[in-house]
């Protein structure tokens, strides 16, 4: 990562290094930065949505979005890469589920936080 330089002066040092001590690494908010990107797409969100509430074979979520099930399953495996949606296999049929709560937190979160933004 290419270091910047801030065009400001310290006005308070102290401040600045309890916060700096804090941060995230670069590598942590790469990964988050990745996270929310994947997350940034109408369709995946429509799809977290629908695994929210039950646990669904890329065909039945194809059905039930309107889209083919070669586009679900791109969808779900970039997902699945981001630890968004894990796998179930039952004979021939892959379930998708959400990965775990932490996915349902906060898509839950941004739907409130959105719904009071625009009120």
């Given amino acids: ?7 400001c002066d310290p006005i308070f040092p102290e401040v600045i290094e309890e916060v700096r001590k804090k941060m995230p690494g670069d590598r942590e908010i790469e990964n988050v930065s990745s996270f929310f990107k994947i997350l940034g797409d109408n ?20 059905v039930l979005l309107n889209m083919t099930k070669s586009a679900v ?3 779900l495996a970039l997902m699945r890469n981001m630890h968004q949606v894990r796998t179930r296999r039952e004979g021939k049929n892959v379930f998708y589920s959400l990965d775990d709560q932490h996915i349902v937190d906060i898509v839950e979160e941004a739907l409130i ?7």
Avoid: F, P
């Avoid at 990562?1 to 065009?7: A, H, I, N, V």
């Fill in 1 to 7: 990562m290419t270091t910047k330089r801030s065009d």
């Fill in 43 to 62: 369709t995946r969100i429509r799809i977290l949505y629908a695994l929210k509430e039950r646990e669904m074979c890329a065909g039945d979520i194809a």
């Fill in 73 to 75: 399953s791109h969808q």
């Fill in 113 to 119: 936080h959105m719904t009071h933004v625009d009120h």
